[in-house]
């Protein structure tokens, strides 16, 4: 068994090889002992096509970099030793940027137990090329994670990857290393799985080593659209095929006949063990509400392709192997040529789990998730923003609409911050708009509720009150009850009431679920709050029992 | 006469909304005044599909842009004033940045001379969002240089395009703008012409705009090659459609049947007046060589299309105003489709010139010029690199190479250090290769000889040496004669024969061009320097030779 060092070094060179680099040029230094060490190893006994070149002065390393890299247009790497020899890079690095050559800048640093108290050799060296670079990582690789290892692979491939797309242009990989800084030489090389990039024209030839697959049981993952110009032609293409849809809140696609909803609750609960598991997962959109359908995905091995110029390398989860740098349009386009007839029963098998959910779930009482399935009988032409945290999760899982509604919510980087703001940016000039959102979310945006007013937007201001944040109770904390209420419930005794008058707008608390239908088919001119005060304790037992009931439901569905 | 802040405003907010921008969200302030004051008489006089949103909290402004942005998929733009109020936009720009929505934070901004001596409500704005952005712009309004107005137009236009450009996200637009803050309301508004981008697959329909003026005189203007994949297609499709190609010495198309050079010494003699002047060019590759052919294009109110991913919106002249976004060969394809035939004549005229340059500047006697004509024979498979700032010019207008030899220079950034090292690079791994270089690149890259004879590569090294920096004298500062030879004429009293003695290679001094002849029929085994002095003063009264007799060429070719 090698040290980490020593193994994560090996997949580093690998990865950088994966994705084309065949030169590197080395200035000799200490810091950068066991890089130079293993690239010479992997150059002798593992790929003899690597080549490497010294070059003593690193001014001329970096020239020396870009005259291979300019001339036979690929990618090459540089590694220099910590301190100024690194900032040496600096004249060819900036000749790279503006004349748009794939150099590969790897700077080896001292650790971070060394930085900034006078150690020697020892500068700030992350983003030492500032914009000149298209990218700056700093990658550790003295980790027993094994994520770490992971992570060199699909984020070391896809920087290259980056590198050499038009523009093209140098990066920087900064590698922190302490001592002991000896590899283990001699030891085995590691399979590295090269991550297949495909890009504008040659995409409209799908990677034949899916082709095959294609053939068997071809699912798609809509993620959260960021474009709406896609959403009909995936659907068109998927009816035709008969490929089962796995469609997340966000999606643009519910209703369909082939969607899939509640994924997270059918991984969850077991249940999703009933249907035939897909062999290929084309995923379109952004990372998906549901983080369990990506852990899926990988505990069952099954072959991803992403798509989307928005995404390319946007795979926290690191499975998927084949990143299409073009339009979802174009990809459909070539898909819709390539597919084969799927395995018999595929789709319809997978079908019958959207009734499963929706039995299992079947009307509830007044309570978060009984509020959800209520807001199913919204009519056509709606908005819907649905706010983080525990409000998108629940839609994600139990809203299955029966009209076409577009659902929205900011799940870039998921904060609760300015979701009122966002809303009514939604809302303008649009008649019918929905806001479902927690209190304590509200309470963070409160401001946002003036543009609302002040817009004269059409916004029902759907308020789940638990007063708190919900979400939290179905963390791990919620067993620490001297501290919970403190840090994370966060109780405010907001009164919806008071704002509704304070911005003089309409109020109405729900104490039956028929309320809100009524109000469902009557949307507000202007802005108008609805209130539902539910119980955080109780919201985690509803889950609970939902789950289980779902989990019974496998059975049933393996009938 | 409006003022200057008036009038750059208005630029400003036409490009915005040239490129697509019909929202902007505007908070109160004092330094914002002009805009505000601008954008609000725009939306109700100018465009009244410009929709003004105010905002009096600034968090929310940017999540309220986000909500129009995301929702609607198009460009919206905040304004906020000076100080802790731009700060504000950072976590709507932070989500932006994630999901890939083109918010375009504008963020006005205390002048220069304000800055960091403790003037209130001022901070460093500049790069406010870090990496969360695409892009951070600092523009001035307040400048009487009519190359500001045009400036703004050009870039503010490219910036709002590379915002929506996928992957899609947030820029920074920063405003700095001293007091007084009033514009002139009611002045009439400036026309700003729009840029077209076409992207992807769009352009492969070209623009309908673009296809009349197919049938009157189209040429190519070949430049700086940062990709070798399109020349053979450029060329067959200029052969194709009798298109005439101006030929950077760089763009990899010499020698060519429809191949113009010396267009710089053309333009400059006033003898290209001789032949018809193209209504549309079609720029591949980066920014020529030739500074005059940018000029005068622009002065010949020629229009100009620009193609390929590393140069969207890259042309420093601002005359482009068709950005294809696409590969050159994409872009070939479907202008292989679309050219009209050319008018009668038009590529034979110019196909004269390059006879004309060719007689004008035939065989020079030894001297920069003589040295670069001898170098016309350099055998097919030759690499040549040529150094900046002289040798790159000399050989741009006089090399006529008889064979195929690929050229290459460090143009992106047009320094002179590295330039050996560079060759280095280039030389690796193939047979024949030539370093065009002065005596102070030279000097300056001395180390980079050492890379070449470790790496054993095949380099002739032609020194030129007129021991100093030539370029310069053909500068103003050469009027400054006490003070010119120290500070830019610089002689080092190099010994080249020194340098290669140091490097055991071996040396010849060129003293008749026959013997330069005979070297480039017997290219070196390893590294090898060939030097020929020259004058300086000799070499600029050699150049102003040339150029009166092209002039008086003129007349020949009007014949």
């Known amino acids: 068994m090698q040290n980490d060092l020593t193994l994560n070094l090996k997949h580093f060179i690998q990865s950088l090889y994966a994705q084309g680099v065949r030169h590197v040029v080395i200035s000799p230094g200490s810091r950068t002992t066991p890089v130079a060490l293993l690239w010479a190893e992997f150059a002798a006994t593992v790929q003899t096509d690597m080549q490497i070149h010294m070059a003593v002065d690193e ?11 300019k001339t036979q247009q690929v990618p090459v790497a540089l590694l220099a030793t910590s301190g100024t020899a690194t900032v040496n890079y600096a004249p060819a690095i900036a000749e790279a940027a503006v004349s748009h050559v794939p150099l590969i800048a790897v700077t080896t640093d001292r650790p971070e137990e060394l930085q900034g108290i006078g150690a020697p050799q020892t500068l700030d060296q992350q983003a030492l090329f500032g914009t ?23 984020a070391v491939q896809d920087a290259v990857h980056l590198a050499g797309q038009q523009p093209a242009g140098p990066i920087q990989i900064n590698l922190p290393l302490r001592k002991p800084l000896m590899p283990e030489l001699g030891a085995v090389w590691p399979n590295v799985e090269t ?43 998927a009816e035709r095929h008969a490929l089962p849809i796995l469609t997340d809140v966000l999606g643009q696609v519910r209703p369909n006949a082939n969607a899939i909803t509640g994924i997270d609750a059918l991984i969850e609960s077991g249940c999703v063990k009933a249907y035939p598991t897909p062999r290929l997962i084309v995923r379109f959109g952004g990372t998906p509400v549901s983080a369990k359908v990506l852990q899926w995905i990988k505990a069952e091995n099954i072959s991803v392709v992403q798509v989307g110029k ?31 007839p799927q395995m018999p029963g595929f789709l319809e098998q997978w079908q019958t789990s959207r009734e499963v959910v929706a039995q299992t779930v079947a009307r509830q009482s007044l309570s978060d998730v009984g509020v959800v399935k209520a807001m ?13 945290s525990m409000a998108i999760r629940d839609y994600d899982n139990y809203w299955q609409p029966q009209h076409a509604v577009t659902a929205w919510a900011n799940r870039g980087a998921n904060g609760i911050d300015g979701t009122v ?14 806001l479902a959102i927690g209190d304590l979310a509200l309470f963070h945006d409160m401001n946002g509720l003036m543009l609302a007013k002040q817009a004269q937007v059409n916004l029902n201001v759907l308020v789940i009150n638990n007063d708190g944040g919900g979400i939290f109770s179905f963390l ?32 109405t608390q729900i104490t039956d679920l028929a309320q809100l239908d009524a109000l469902v088919q009557t949307p507000a001119k202007g802005l108008r709050f609805i209130e539902v005060i539910t119980d955080r304790s109780e919201n985690v037992a509803q889950h609970q029992m939902i789950l289980a009931a779902l989990a019974g439901g496998t059975i049933d569905a393996n009938d």
């Open 476 to 507: 791990p904390q919620a067993q620490a009850q001297d501290y919970f209420e403190t840090l994370f419930g966060t109780p405010q005794a907001l009164s919806v009431e008071k704002i509704a008058a304070l911005y003089d707008a309409p109020y």
């Open 310 to 340: 928005n995404f390319v390398g946007r795979d926290h989860s690191r499975v998927a192997r084949y990143q299409l740098d073009v339009t979802e349009t174009a990809f459909l386009m070539a898909f819709d040529q390539a597919v084969a």
């Open 421 to 434: 703001a966002t809303a009514t940016g939604m809302a303008l000039g649009h008649a019918n708009n929905w």
């Open 195 to 237: 991550v297949q990039y495909a890009e504008a024209e040659a995409v409209l030839e799908v990677p034949e080593s899916l082709r095959t697959q294609f053939a068997e049981a071809v699912m798609f993952l809509d993620g959260p659209a960021e474009s709406t110009t896609y959403q009909k032609q995936l659907q068109a293409v």
């Open 376 to 388: 199913a009988c919204l009519p056509a032409e709606t908005q819907l923003f649905i706010a983080n």
């Open 59 to 69: 001014r001329d390393a970096g020239f020396l970099g870009l005259g291979i890299a």
């Open 132 to 154: 000149h670079v298209k990218k700056a990582m700093t990658v550790t690789m003295q980790s027993t994670t094994p994520d770490t290892t992971e992570y060199i692979d699909y």
